[in-house]
């Protein structure tokens, strides 16, 4: 069965800390990995990553794939509390067009 | 805004009830999708259509039942829900991109409460 699995479930730091989340995924005909920030109710899209050791970087955000590994890890540097927010990951299939596997996410709290 | 809205963005149903959720997206996508979130569980996805054709249905009760006019738009509907199906429902379009890759964007969702 294919299966994502996000670590950790929550986490709490404070505010100019660095945080790396990390997803780790089991599935048959692996696509692409997304990376999903989810702050009251829409996730929103932070990142794809479809080859392996490329690193990916949106400002103080960075993710990396590690295919033969099967995870990913996704950085947070000098957070800020409005990091603060459900990060989810989640898995495409080669097989098919619109499904994704989705990880539980993880839950990041920033204190100031 | 992610260019998906949908509405309600709150509803509480008795379970004799009945009632649709809506979902308008304006990127002009050809995919859209329901899911359902429920408390630290993954996002279930439940219906996918493309150009206005169903094409996955994962195994969901018939008392959810979609549909879908046009390719803007996506409905919802419930009838005798159960308390276990109080969750935020998400509604998500996406269009496909080079080599089949793409990516959902989603709306606010609908935060339902069967009572």
């Known amino acids: 069965e294919d299966k994502v699995v996000q670590s950790p479930l929550s986490l709490v730091v404070h505010e100019g800390d660095t945080v790396t989340l990390n997803c780790s995924y089991e599935?048959?005909?692996?696509?692409?990995l997304l990376w999903y920030k989810q702050e009251k109710k829409a996730p929103t899209f932070l990142f794809m990553l479809t080859s392996s050791g490329i690193e990916k970087k949106s400002g103080r955000l960075s993710s990396i794939l590690d295919k033969k590994e099967l995870f990913s890890i996704l950085n947070i540097t000098a957070t800020q509390t409005g990091d603060s927010a459900v990060y989810l990951c989640?898995?495409?299939?080669?097989?098919?067009?619109?499904?994704?596997?989705w990880g539980a996410g993880t839950k990041l709290i920033i204190k100031p | 805004e992610t260019g998906v809205t949908q509405t309600p963005r709150h509803l509480v149903m008795g379970m004799t009830n009945k009632k649709s959720l809506k979902c308008e997206q304006h990127?002009?996508?050809?995919?859209m999708y329901w899911y359902k979130q429920s408390a630290k569980k993954p996002l279930e996805l439940m219906f996918v259509?493309?150009?206005?054709?169903?094409?996955e249905n994962n195994s969901v009760p018939s008392r959810f039942s979609p549909e879908c006019p046009n390719s803007s738009h996506l409905f919802l509907h419930l009838h005798t829900l159960q308390p276990e199906d109080s969750a935020l429902y998400l509604c998500?379009?996406?269009?496909?991109?080079?080599?089949?890759?793409?990516?959902?964007?989603f709306g606010q969702g609908t935060r339902l409460t069967v009572v």
């Open positions: 990127l002009g996508h050809n995919a």
């Open positions: 259509y493309n150009f206005k054709e169903q094409t």
């Open positions: 599935v048959t005909n692996f696509r692409s």
């Open positions: 989640a898995v495409s299939l080669m097989d098919s067009n619109y499904q994704l596997i």
């Open positions: 998500a379009s996406s269009q496909e991109g080079r080599q089949g890759a793409f990516r959902a964007f």
